[in-house]
T-cell receptor
Framework: DTEVTQTPKHLVMGMTNKKSLKCEQH?????MYWYKQKAKKPPELMFV???????INESVPSRFSPECPNSSLLNLHLHALQPEDSALYLC?????????????FGAGTRLSVL | AQTVTQSQPEMSVQEAETVTLSCTYD???????LFWYKQPPSRQMILVIR??????QNATENRFSVNFQKAAKSFSLKISDSQLGDTAMYFC???????????FGDGTTLTVKP
């Protein structure tokens, strides 16, 4: 099983809403990532968790709040987003943070902020 | 900091023909990996091929092969016998010793025409 599952697939939210994105993997991977991707652009790294600890935070606004409840789950809590936050949010996992590791990506959550 | 440059925003190729996507990078690191990822329209990103910087032999995966020129910091992807399913955006990525943080190029949109 090389699958990273993201839910929901689509999300529309207002600027005052609170919502969460969920990511799950059962490959035994110990590194998990959140990326933001705009259309026709490369993914931009937001957060990296390694062994359930936040190891990289790319100066993401505090309206994005990551959480890693266990080694299989990764959440991204959203609050008071702006229209410019509309994008495809990708989750990925890898065996560890080692330099050679392949990242396995989920299909993403397409977020629209109204 | 490392940079990854993909100079061809869009390319097209006829089915069954061969196409080469270019990628150059800049780094002062010695230990690193290079990756090509494929993102088909509305589908998840997957690994195409991976190359370790210390290996002189070019990586090959079925119809996909790379031309890795370490001194020139070049890492091109050759797709032989192109198929309609190869239509996708292709990202070149670099992962160095600052593990867990990949640098992606801007991508090349490849269209395979019947």
């Amino acid at each position: 099983d090389t699958e990273v599952t993201q839910t929901p697939k689509h999300l529309v939210m207002g600027m005052t809403n609170k919502k969460s994105l969920k990511c799950e993997q059962h490959m035994g991977h110990r590194a998990m990532y959140w990326y933001k991707q705009k259309a026709k652009k490369p993914p931009e790294l937001m957060f990296v968790y390694s062994y359930e600890k936040l190891s990289i935070n790319e100066s993401v606004p505090s309206r994005f709040s990551p959480e890693c409840p266990n080694s299989s789950l990764l959440n991204l809590h959203l609050h008071a987003l702006q229209p410019e936050d509309s994008a495809l949010y990708l989750c990925a996992s890898s065996q560890s943070r080692g330099v050679k590791n392949i990242q396995y990506f989920g299909a993403g959550t397409r977020l629209s902020v109204l | 900091a490392q940079t990854v440059t993909q100079s061809q925003p869009e390319m097209s190729v006829q089915e069954a023909e061969t196409v080469t996507l270019s990628c150059t990078y800049d780094t002062s690191e010695n230990n690193y990996y290079l990756f090509w990822y494929k993102q088909p329209p509305s589908r998840q990103m997957i690994l195409v091929i991976r190359q370790e910087a210390y290996k002189q032999q070019n990586a090959t995966e079925n119809r996909f092969s790379v031309n890795f020129q370490k001194a020139a910091k070049s890492f091109s992807l050759k797709i032989s016998d192109s198929q309609l399913g190869d239509t996708a955006m292709y990202f070149c990525a670099f992962t160095g010793t600052n593990a867990g943080k990949s640098t992606f190029g801007d991508g090349t949109t490849l269209t395979v025409k019947p």
